[in-house]
């Protein structure tokens, strides 16, 4: 069974820029969640689907940040225009929609985005 | 305010001893909690996880315990294996239950050694 894959693994880019990360969860996992995690601290939670729906986006800092999952699949997170701030490791998710078993969330790689 | 502490930056432990790292947390609406292990360069990997309801879990090598009343929890190793250098991280949910699981809180990790 294939894991959480995230593209791209790596992105440079310029303060001002656009860039779009994408995360595609294990088939069947209807919970995703997007994670940051700046400078080696902790790892800090920015929003939750639920199939196609945001459930909890408490975590987002700014209205620079938007996130989609249309159909429910594969989720993108877009940063528009990036600051150096929002350089750091993002993570995604997921996990099953089941009692019992949702707590366990398995996670990508990550994305590391460095901004100039 | 961070809800989940790992107050031990790092820990460093002879091969075949055992391994202890600790978490402490202040919000009691936490029902479940993981312990994560991370790679450099890797996504978090799910390693152990134990409810509310409990006092102990265990997993081969790694068992978790949970002091309520002192909002503290723990993951012993035993036997420590080089192969289990990495970073842990600790990790709360506070989901009350139903499917639609909520996000993680972290902590902010702890780098094991194991020497040989």
């Known amino acids: 069974e294939a894991g959480v894959t995230q593209f791209p693994s790596h992105s440079v880019i310029e303060k001002g820029q656009t860039v779009t990360l994408r995360c595609d969860p294990i088939?069947?996992?209807?919970?995703l969640y997007w994670y940051r995690r700046v400078m080696g601290k902790e790892i800090k939670f920015l929003l939750h689907?639920?199939?196609?729906?945001?459930?909890?986006e408490s975590g987002m800092p700014n209205n620079r940040f938007l996130a989609e999952r249309t159909g429910g699949t594969y989720s993108t997170l877009k940063v528009q225009p990036a600051e150096l701030e929002d350089s750091g490791v993002y993570f995604c998710?997921?996990?099953?929609?089941?009692?019992?078993?949702?707590?366990?969330?398995?996670f990508g790689p990550g994305t590391r985005l460095t901004v100039t | 305010d961070q809800q989940v502490k790992q107050n031990s930056p790092s820990l460093s432990v002879q091969e075949g001893r055992i391994s202890i790292l600790n978490c402490d947390y202040t919000n009691s609406m936490f029902d479940y909690f993981l312990w994560y292990k991370k790679y450099p360069a890797e996504g978090p990997t799910f390693l152990i996880s134990?409810?509310?309801?409990?006092d102990k879990n265990e997993d081969g090598r790694f068992t978790v315990f949970l002091n309520k009343s002192a909002k503290h929890l723990s993951l012993h190793i035993v036997p420590s294996q080089p192969g289990d250098s990495a970073v842990y991280f600790c990790?709360?949910?506070?989901?009350?239950?139903?499917?639609?699981?909520?996000?993680?809180?972290f902590g902010q990790g702890t780098i094991l050694t194991v020497h040989p």
């Open positions: 998710a997921s996990s099953l929609l089941l009692a019992g078993k949702g707590y366990e969330q398995y």
């Open positions: 088939s069947g996992h209807d919970n």
């Open positions: 134990i409810s509310s309801i409990k």
């Open positions: 689907f639920v199939k196609e729906s945001k459930q909890d």
């Open positions: 990790a709360a949910s506070d989901n009350a239950g139903g499917t639609s699981y909520g996000k993680l809180t």
